[in-house]
């Protein structure tokens, strides 16, 4: 089946620092990659996404290339912000049934200033 | 629009008690899931649904029952809660097959249980 396997948190930076969080994936095909962000108290919303290999999804400075030859999908940004603290989660969707996803654990990211 | 809205927003149960998890979407979506989500355990999807009167289940249904009479709604209903059931319950909706917007889920903001 379907599976996301994110980098352990909890992660901890100070501001302006550089960011990644690590994605790798097991499916069969060509699915679809996302990140999705949850601020505290707060349903997930779509960060990013891609569709096909080498798509890179970007949003707010935040990117994420889609590596089919590492089954990969790493999220980056140049320089976090005490307002990116949140949890991240990676998730997948095979487009043969687009309305199941399969979602990373996520990993909790705290900025301090 | 609203979106993807779920009542209530916290609830404290009962073991035993029985209720129902009110989820509705606004964006004609063909596709309604259900997650639940506990510490360091991410989403686990309980049922979805790819379209009206259809339903399947996810990875962790037992205790659980859905139904999908229309578009817009996806009521899930435990039974006989347990303190197990204790979790923060997401809906989300997706577009079919044929959106652009395929496979992007749109989440609600959770529901917050607790059974005593």
């Known amino acids: 089946g379907n599976s996301v396997t994110q980098m352990e948190g909890p992660v901890t930076l100070s501001e302006e620092a550089f960011l990644t969080i690590n994605c790798t994936y097991t499916a069969t095909g060509y699915p679809s990659l996302f990140w999705y962000v949850q601020y505290p108290g707060e349903g997930l919303q779509l960060l990013l996404k891609?569709?096909?290999?080498?798509d890179k999804g970007s949003n707010k400075g935040f990117e994420a290339t889609y590596r089919k030859e590492t089954t990969s999908f790493h999220l980056e940004k140049g320089s976090v912000q005490v307002s990116d603290s949140a949890v991240y989660f990676c998730a997948l969707s095979a487009n043969t049934n687009a309305g199941k996803s399969t979602f990373g654990d996520g990993t909790t990211l705290t900025v301090k200033p | 629009n609203a979106g993807v809205t779920q009542t209530p927003k916290f609830q404290v149960l009962k073991t035993g008690q029985s209720m129902t998890l009110q989820c509705a979407q606004d964006?004609?979506?063909?596709?309604m899931s259900w997650y639940r989500q506990d510490p360091g355990m991410g989403l686990r999807l309980i049922h979805y649904?790819?379209?009206?009167?259809?339903?399947d289940q996810g990875e962790v249904p037992n205790g659980y029952n859905v139904s999908r009479s229309t578009t817009e709604d996806f009521p899930l209903r435990l039974l006989l809660a347990a303190p197990s059931q204790t979790s923060v319950y997401f809906c989300?909706?997706?577009?079919?097959?044929?959106?652009?917007?395929?496979?992007?889920?749109?989440f609600g903001p959770g529901t917050r249980l607790t059974v005593t």
């Open positions: 891609a569709t096909k290999a080498d």
């Open positions: 649904s790819v379209g009206a009167g259809i339903t």
């Open positions: 964006m004609n979506h063909e596709y």
């Open positions: 989300a909706s997706s577009a079919g097959a044929s959106g652009r917007s395929i496979g992007e889920q749109y």
